[in-house]
């Protein structure tokens, strides 16, 4: 029996049953209904917290999750050598991710009387979470088995908790679409990953890395469906009223600038008068990455267009010359191009957050400052120190996603005979 | 000309022109706006019943459609054969199944001086209806033509309202995700059809059901489409509040743990160690079907889970052990394997839907119990008696699906000379 | 260097870029964001306009948006030769007209102290011009480069605001779901382009434009997701409460009894006994364009399923007969056959509502004529007037859109050397 056969008879089938029935026996253990979900306590209340409704939130949800499951699965499929397992292996982490993701973000979250407390808000949030796993498992593409990607997903899962608590409960960032927590935090990551378990040999079969007609096809279906439910994505945890409005305008001008700036700088990069399909999979969406953070501020929509605009010459930039110079000199393969898409544009997200933080004053943002810098509106810090809160968050989660993906890295490693 | 071109030159233009000049017939003489819907009606009110609101429905419907047309017409797609028919075919048969259903419902659901009042949650159960002619559509696929379809739809779109009135306005059952007037009424349906219309021949063309690359990406989409709205799905009729939070998070719990199952069982019962794409792209939504009937009670997410987990086993069990069974045995050839997704998962949730109302009590409901369960609140009847009532609408499901299939079946044999 | 990698290497960038950055100082110098979406301005007001509510509109937006990216996106690839160009390109034109449309409508629907004031409502309208600029495309699709159709969706959304200023602001026309204002401009504006740019020698490649297999799967994703969200698009700026309840279902059932007519006709017409699947892929969908105008008024589902009915009775006749005469005799090359789709059913859906509006009455539509048709309502003018405004108006759209295609036309023509 060969290695990949005994893995998937035997070493799967057992990762997936034993981390089944321990999430099992852990939500048995730990995990209430919210009073919004629960028959009893929802009754009990006279007045419902509608920020947090079903009906508000609801259908954010439903967006996130079809960006989550369409977006990120089928965007893979333009390298028409891992099509398939692109798809099929990222419903599987997927599904685990969502569950311990509960768990995770339950517990830093704050427990009631020893239970996490479960709504539709934490559905959001699980979906986040798997957002992020999901961009480290297009740095790793074709080096991993399913069972080392159920691993790493479950160290990542912990980290992005960790990394989400000391930024949203601690230092009081500003991060609603996640472009510190989930984009930058997956992509770095992914890459240190990726970069401890380099193989010099996979050189050899890049060339079947090229991507063909109905593969290129499929690859536009998750394109399209990022870039059509990225507005809901970034606003999908933001306050309700002129906060969710605001959010969603931004990203879809910053998403619609940065479309025509990759469509120009790729045919200006181009050898053979060609648009690179993959420059339009991926580069049209960094927008979207890139007003994560700043999407609820008052960014207006002609500071979106310049973000916008600039995420996606960086991330044409990135796919034309940088990711070829981490494959050489850093040996680091990026098969997705994650840096390109969420790395690079993510970092954009968070300094244009830590500027836009660092200039909000009570002028423009009114009695709504309270919604977006509560710190700022009640005067326990300045909006300089907002900024530079951002920005520290930053250098955090930089931080934790390389010690922690270079940690897992060489988990795999020492672990593969064992795997 | 040959009987093919026969049937679709002639038979089945008459058909449609027919049956749509006598649906448009009825339309005009029994279908009325409903309040909501109706000008004069809407204005004359002042209150409007939100609990059938467009704005809380809608997003429901939209999602259900989207599930109903786009997850089940590509989910039959993995098999390369069938993949255009299932699409072009599955569009006609839901087109006409949505407008006889909100006839056949509007009849049995109570009509108004001789009207059918028709609104947004007509037009959901419309699709849910239709939703169980795809079903059963799955089971006989490749075996009959677009007219006898439509014959078949017609019937079954009838029995379908029949079995729905007994079940939710006599007997008093409940089945908001429609575990048993949904999916174990489709399936039980369209097997014994197809077990009617056996044919030992389509064995020599068995090889021509192997999916390949490209089909099996549709598939995925039709796949991960269900997998995505059936939180949607099971709560899109569960009365608002906390009933709909609770069905999509019990649904969402459900179908990730489900999907673990299927990935771990898959692998382990591999011949070649590699994961059978017909088990993921079916039985990791098996969970979504076991949690139809009970999603909407205090299941917790714990409970879910069990019942997805189980709901996984059962169905790769089913596709890999007891299909060929089915075939070789009881000549009941399952085209896309509905009994392992829906008939089997069916059953389990419909047990499931009677042991979680045989032990609620007021204590765990508090006030909501008037929601789940009206009559037990109101005293009419105990829980137990409740659980009895939803084991016996199993029974009678299946004897009317059972039943009715049989005499569809019959009436296709007798007719084949002339149909 | 070829022509075609001159385009692509210098002009395409260039044309990009400079739109791109006119596009952003035009958004700096004039955009605000509305009242609903501004920070300060939000908490300012006591009582919000739920009317324009985010979480009304929001979901409706998604929807369309959704319907313009995917469906407009994918259903184009039925014709392999032209797939890629025409998810590639459709997506660069969509992501620049979103923008221009923004400006174009905001200066025509009215300024606030010299701002264009924008919101969730302008991007609903935004995304409904840029559906126009795509039914357009598809009648020019092979015929320009990537430059020539930005320069022809700036001039087509510049028209586009000119014609909905005329009827929805001047003349007072109800064309809620835009059977004329989007339909029919932007079919017959597309017409005349393909007219001007005719090339006798296309003809040679003609079969090359024969639909496959994979082709057929990925056009249907394009059409199911068009008949899914089409009772959104029909209902996305109607009032809310019945209006917009009854537009939805009335689009629902004109599009299910669209979809029998299309199959009955299509096998009645074929050659070989064969569905043609053209036909499947687009007439099904006219009946959604053919109650764009009367879907909001009391057509009541029986007079939407006849409308339906005859628009997918007009519209496979239009590919099956009036196509080929278009094109041999007219020399009108209509590469996806959008006057088959969306120009007679256009034309088809204004009479409708011409003669809807004709009729309605207080004794109808009560209090609720006063959403419907307010000028009627308040007794400025009478219904019959109404009726006749609506038929002016589809002349006067007719009129923009051929003058408006003929001048883009000659300007393609006479700077081909130039481009």
């Known amino acids: 029996m060969s290695d990949t056969s005994t893995n998937m008879r035997l070493k ?25 979900t629960d028959a009893k306590a929802w009754h009990n209340e006279s ?7 079903f009906y508000y939130r609801y259908p954010s949800f439903q967006d996130v999750h079809v960006m989550i499951f369409i977006g990120f699965g089928f965007l893979m499929t333009f390298l028409q050598r891992y099509g398939f397992s692109s798809v099929g292996f990222n419903f599987l982490i997927a599904a685990f991710s969502l569950q311990w ?81 989930i984009h930058t935090f997956g992509a770095y990551f992914g890459l240190m990953v990726t970069r401890i378990l380099y193989r010099p040999n996979l050189d050899k079969s890049k060339h079947r890395n090229s991507s063909v007609y109905h593969s290129d096809l499929f690859a536009m279906i998750g394109t399209i469906y990022l870039w059509m439910f990225w507005p809901s994505f970034n606003s999908a945890i933001t306050a309700h009223g002129d906060d969710q409005h605001r959010t969603a305008m931004n990203t879809y001008y910053s998403l619609a600038a940065c479309t025509l700036a990759t469509y120009g700088l790729s045919a200006l990069t181009a050898h053979d008068g060609k648009l690179d399909m993959v420059h339009i999979q991926n580069a049209a969406l960094a927008g979207g990455v890139a007003v994560g953070t700043a999407g609820e501020m008052m960014l207006t929509p002609f500071g979106s267009m310049i973000v916008g605009f600039l995420a996606g010459i960086i991330s044409v930039l990135g796919f034309k010359f940088f990711s070829p110079i981490l494959e050489e000199k850093l040996k680091i393969q990026d098969t997705c191009g994650v840096h390109n898409l969420h790395g690079m544009p993510g970092i954009l997200g968070a300094i244009v957050g830590a500027v836009t933080a660092a200039f909000a004053t009570k ?4 009695e709504g400052l309270a919604d977006v810098f509560p710190d700022v509106a009640s005067g326990s810090i300045d909006a300089s120190k ?34």
């Open 47 to 53: 007045h419902h917290d509608y920020e947090n409704d």
């Open 386 to 419: 907002q900024g530079g809160i951002q920005a520290i968050s930053l250098a955090v989660t930089l931080g934790i996603a390389l010690l922690g993906g270079l940690i897992v890295g060489w988990c795999h490693i020492s672990s593969v005979d064992l795997m």
């Open 12 to 36: 799967l089938p057992i990762a997936c049953f034993i981390l089944e029935i321990i999430l099992i026996i852990l939500f048995g253990t730990l995990v209430q209904y919210d009073h919004e």
């Open 101 to 181: 993701a509960t768990l995770m973000q339950g517990f830093f979250h704050g427990m009631h009387g020893g239970k996490i407390h479960i709504g539709v808000e934490s559905m959001i949030n699980a979906d986040f979470c798997t957002g992020s796993v999901l961009i480290s498992f297009g740095a790793v593409l074709g080096k991993t088995s399913p069972m080392q990607l159920l691993i790493m997903a479950m160290f990542e899962v912990t980290l992005f908790a960790v990394n989400e608590f000391i930024l949203l409960s601690l230092l009081g960032t500003r991060d609603a679409g996640g472009s510190m927590t």
């Open 363 to 366: 002028d423009i943002y009114g």
